[in-house]
């Protein structure tokens, strides 16, 4: 399986490709005219209903194994008051922000791409998942996999095992014996 990353904000000079919804049906066009194996796309985050009603009505028109939701947050700058530098190293201080930062707007991008996608596209989550009631989130917003970025930098492989427990907890609290009892199923009031 291959992923094509329509959304790294870190290249100097250049747009991300997921925000031209005319160049996204060009490249995924050109690409599945010959690229026959399984493709799944990582997307940047998208920040308005006009935005995710043109992703998905381009994504819907093609054979996508799956999309991962988000990517990073573009353009983010984090200073070190102690140094009195930035932290982030391309485009002189500006860069993608991962983790904490991101968590609401990749559960508003799950959300609201679980609503328009075709069903048989899986969604994988990503974006400020530490725990398992991250994880929950994600999948009550309609994640079908969660993927584990800035938290697994700090912890490394352990941390699989006590999300798991944390979300076999959660569920266990509320009833649920599998993720599809409450996957996609966020109440709104």
Known sequence: MTELNLSCPNV???????????AVRDVLTATFKFFKKPLGLKLPPYFDFNQFNGIAEVLNDFPVTYINVINSIGNGLVVDPETESVVIKPKGG???LGGDYVKPTALANVRALRQRLNPEIPIIGTGGIKSGMDVFEHVLCGANLVQIGTAFGYEGTPIFERISKELKEIMDKKGYKTLDDFRGKLKTI
Request: net charge negative; proline share 0%.
């Open 94 to 96: 500006f860069g993608g």
């Open 12 to 22: 100097a000079g250049k747009s991300q490709v997921g925000y031209d919804f005319d």
